[in-house]
Every structure is written in structure tokens, then in C-alpha cells.
């Protein structure tokens, strides 16, 4: 059964940082593609980012371009968000998605949330 | 990027009857050189993650009952609960993966009238 297991959510002050990970199990990680997406509480989804298989191909949306970065350790079939000068518009829960065939989201974790508050 | 309208944005429908919801994209999501339409539905419960209903526009996913169907193409899409059941109170998002970035629609929240 696919697992995927986020953590490293929490409180955090505006402009510090936060590692979000996601444990995947039950599939063979480095043969998929894995997302990052976003729901704020109450509205919608927002994608976030994306790595592929090897990590050579790696996309985000406009709102975190250089301030957050996506990166993968297929030995520990991690998935890793870091994110930098958080804003209070961070705020929301976390999911990491794992990407069947073209990018389509066919399995999500639980969430993490993170909540950016002075 | 593609904007993804979700019509209605709530939805009261009474047990056992047909609930029909709609998505419209802002631009085609058809791969006409394979004719696949790279639109997908979720269903979202309280306190869980979205979960895949349907792929590729009409294919509905494994264990996903059959009441659950999908259809459209191009710009123009609909999610169809046949008899609606108790637990498909949820709210549903539709979802392209034509393009990054990858959209979704604001979600339809389906009640039980």
C-alpha cells in the first residue's frame, strides 16, 4: 500500500525557515516524479512543486521561485521541502503527492501544517 | 497558466438523486496527438486528503464506485454522482496536469439536502 508521511510542520515567525519532509514507502520512490501542493484552510489547492525522478528536472509556482526549494534522497525515499523567508501567506497544509504517468496526482499524504505568525 | 471555474460553488442534492458538477478550463486540455484529456477529479473529505476519483477526464480509478462518472473534453468537463450516497458528502475539485503550473478548480462543496 502506498504511504506517504509528512512532517515538519509548525509555527514559525515570518521571514525564518522550515524543512517540510515526506516518508514514501510502498512503492519504488525513484520511479515517480513527486509534488509539493498547498490548501490554505477554507480555500482551495494550490500546487507548489515538483521533482522528478532523478532530480534533473525540477519546477516551481511563481508565489515560492526562490524562496523555497524541492529536493529528493531516493537511498531514503525522502521527499524534502525547504522554505525560506516565509511569508504569512505560507500558511497551510502541506501535501506531498506522488506523480503516476503525466503528472497526474494519484496518491497524497496526510498534510502538514504550517502556520507563518509573529 | 490554465484557470480552472468550478460551477456550482456549493450543492445541495437529496440522497439517491443525481448531483452534477461542472469545470470549465481557460484554455483546451486535450493531448490531441493521443487524445487524452489531462483533467482529473478529487474528492475531499473533512480532515483528509483529496483523494483520485477519476483521470483522464472519464477513467475512474480502481475501487471508486460506479455511481462516480466523468466527461467532457477540450475546455468543458463534468463530475456526475448517479445516486448520491450519504458519504459522498465532500468537496470536490477538479484538476489539469496539461501544464505547469498544474490548477485546480476553487472545489464544490456537496451537502446532503
Known amino acids: 500500500e502506498v504511504q506517504l508521511v509528512e512532517s515538519g510542520g509548525g509555527l514559525v515567525q515570518p521571514g525564518r525557515s522550515l524543512r517540510l519532509s515526506c516518508a514514501a514507502s510502498g512503492f519504488t520512490f525513484d520511479d515517480y516524479a513527486m509534488h509539493w501542493v498547498r490548501e490554505v484552510p477554507g480555500k482551495g489547492l494550490e500546487w507548489v512543486s515538483s521533482?522528478?525522478?532523478?532530480?534533473?528536472?525540477?519546477e516551481y509556482a511563481d508565489s515560492v521561485k526562490g524562496r523555497f526549494t524541492i529536493s529528493r534522497d531516493n537511498a531514503k525515499n525522502s521527499l524534502y521541502l525547504q522554505m525560506n523567508t516565509l511569508r504569512p501567506e505560507d500558511t497551510a497544509f502541506y501535501y506531498c503527492?506522488?506523480?503516476?504517468?503525466?503528472?497526474?496526482?494519484?496518491?497524497w499524504g496526510q498534510g502538514t501544517l504550517v502556520t507563518v505568525s509573529s | 497558466d490554465i484557470v480552472m471555474t468550478q460551477s456550482p460553488d456549493s450543492l445541495a442534492v437529496s440522497l439517491g438523486e443525481r448531483a452534477t458538477i461542472n469545470c470549465k478550463s481557460s484554455q483546451s486540455v486535450l493531448y490531441s496527438s493521443i487524445n487524452k484529456n489531462y483533467l482529473a477529479w478529487y474528492q475531499q473529505k473533512p480532515g483528509q486528503p483529496p483523494k483520485l476519483l477519476i483521470s483522464w477526464a472519464s477513467t475512474r480509478e480502481f475501487g471508486v464506485p460506479d455511481r462516480f462518472s466523468g466527461s467532457g473534453s477540450g475546455t468543458d468537463f463534468t463530475l456526475t454522482i448517479s445516486s448520491l450516497q450519504a458519504e459522498d458528502v465532500a468537496v470536490y475539485y477538479c484538476?489539469?496536469?496539461?501544464?505547469?503550473?498544474?490548477?485546480f478548480g476553487q472545489g464544490t462543496k456537496l451537502e446532503i439536502k
Open positions: 484538476h489539469q496536469y496539461y501544464s505547469t503550473p498544474q490548477t
Open positions: 503527492a506522488k506523480a503516476a504517468t503525466h503528472g497526474l496526482l494519484d496518491r
Open positions: 521533482i522528478n525522478w532523478n532530480s534533473n528536472y525540477i
